[in-house]
């Protein structure tokens, strides 16, 4: 009888089984699991690693111009050539301030280039009383840091023959969702450092049409010259932050991460992010990167 009775609730809770396998069989299937990385959180920080083989110097040309002064396209054609004919290792930053008003004045009805982080930049280096002027690595040539176009190719050709005394590397990631970039930044000495050295994280855009004027063109001016290289803006200060505020060894690593949200006018894809490194006592540009922003 016992034996009867267990082998009637072992044939039901088999079918029971069965029944449940169909119910489940015949219900939805579940979408299978996605695993995503975890985002790395953001840094800042400096550590010694390991010593790297240093990277070539790379030139910093500031081309300081303004959109009522008519020689000033040619020396954004120069710029460009200076940067073209040295296999990549000219980096350019118009800067436009806001002085001398005569040559720098918005025109009406066209978006002023201007920033108050160029006219700080530009006023840094000397006085400016006319356009267009440059300064390469901030460094003095003939004795001044501005300098006449005329300059600027011997200025740049001195500062390739310089060694690098840091690798600079900058990585940008295009957030679409949040319409923003993780940016990270590393600096590695590639050997003894003894200077105390800072770094500026800038912003700058190309394909900006506003109003120029210029001497070549019919009229005097041209209504959608498009600007390039222009400096849009700064992270933090224009004086930049330490990589080091002491002596290190070869290794020292200075690390931070951060997200860059442009601003609304800001054309994103057209935008860079140019980093350079320079001693806070001379002010001579050591190294400089570019990387696009998107």
Same mark, same amino acid.
């Given at each position: 009888?016992?034996?009867? !009775?267990?082998?009637?609730?072992? !044939?039901?809770?088999?079918?029971?089984?069965?029944?449940?396998?169909?119910?489940?069989?015949?219900?939805?299937?579940?979408?299978?699991?996605?695993?995503?990385?975890?985002?790395?959180?953001?840094? &800042?920080? =400096?550590?010694?690693?390991?010593?790297?083989?240093?990277?070539?110097?790379?030139?910093? !040309? =500031? &081309?300081?111009?303004?959109?009522?002064?008519?020689?000033?396209?040619?020396?954004?054609?120069?710029?460009?050539?200076?940067?073209?004919?040295?296999?990549?290792?000219?980096?350019?930053?118009?800067?436009?301030?806001?002085?001398?008003?005569?040559?720098?004045?918005?025109?009406?009805?066209?978006?002023?280039?201007?920033?108050?982080?160029?006219?700080?930049?530009?006023? @840094? !280096?000397?006085?400016?009383?006319?356009?267009?002027?440059?300064?390469?690595?901030?460094?003095?040539?003939?004795?001044?840091?501005?300098?006449?176009?005329? &300059?600027?190719? @011997?200025?740049?050709?001195?500062?390739?023959?310089? +060694?690098?005394?840091?690798?600079?590397?900058?990585?940008?990631?295009?957030?679409? @969702?949040?319409?923003?970039?993780?940016?990270?930044?590393? +600096?590695? +000495?590639?050997?003894?450092?003894?200077?105390?050295?800072?770094?500026?994280?800038?912003?700058?855009?190309?394909?900006?049409?506003?109003?120029?004027?210029?001497?070549?063109?019919?009229?005097?001016?041209?209504?959608?010259?498009?600007?390039?290289?222009?400096?849009?803006?700064?992270?933090?200060?224009?004086?930049?932050?330490?990589?080091?505020?002491?002596?290190?060894?070869?290794?020292?690593?200075?690390?931070?991460? =951060?997200?860059?949200?442009?601003? @609304?006018?800001?054309? +994103?894809?057209?935008?860079?992010?140019?980093?350079?490194?320079?001693?806070?006592?001379?002010?001579?540009?050591?190294?400089?990167?570019?990387?696009?922003?998107?």
């Amino acid at each position: 009888m016992r034996l009867n !009775l267990s082998n009637s609730l072992v !044939l039901s809770l088999v079918f029971m089984l069965i029944g449940l396998g169909g119910l489940i069989s015949c219900s939805e299937e579940l979408p299978p699991v996605i695993m995503t990385a975890e985002e790395k959180p953001l840094l &800042d920080t =400096f550590y010694v690693g390991s010593v790297p083989a240093a990277s070539p110097k790379k030139v910093l !040309l =500031f &081309d300081v111009t303004g959109v009522r002064c008519n020689n000033c396209p040619k020396a954004a054609v120069l710029a460009k050539s200076l940067a073209s004919s040295n296999s990549g290792r000219v980096e350019v930053v118009a800067l436009y301030p806001k002085t001398p008003m005569s040559l720098t004045f918005p025109w009406s009805g066209f978006d002023t280039m201007s920033t108050l982080e160029a006219d700080q930049i530009a006023t @840094a !280096l000397g006085g400016i009383t006319s356009l267009p002027l440059g300064a390469v690595d901030q460094v003095a040539y003939n004795g001044s840091k501005l300098l006449n176009t005329s &300059d600027w190719g @011997a200025a740049v050709t001195a500062q390739l023959g310089k +060694a690098s005394l840091f690798n600079l590397n900058i990585k940008s990631t295009w957030k679409p @969702a949040d319409g923003k970039s993780r940016v990270e930044i590393k +600096a590695v +000495a590639s050997s003894t450092i003894s200077s105390n050295y800072k770094w500026v994280v800038a912003i700058t855009e190309s394909g900006v049409k506003s109003k120029q004027s210029d001497q070549d063109a019919p009229g005097g001016s041209v209504d959608d010259y498009d600007h390039e290289h222009a400096l849009r803006g700064v992270v933090g200060s224009t004086l930049g932050s330490d990589v080091n505020t002491s002596s290190v060894s070869a290794g020292y690593t200075r690390e931070k991460h =951060f997200y860059l949200l442009p601003k @609304a006018k800001w054309v +994103a894809a057209n935008c860079d992010i140019v980093v350079w490194i320079y001693d806070a006592n001379t002010k001579e540009v050591v190294q400089v990167e570019r990387v696009s922003l998107k």
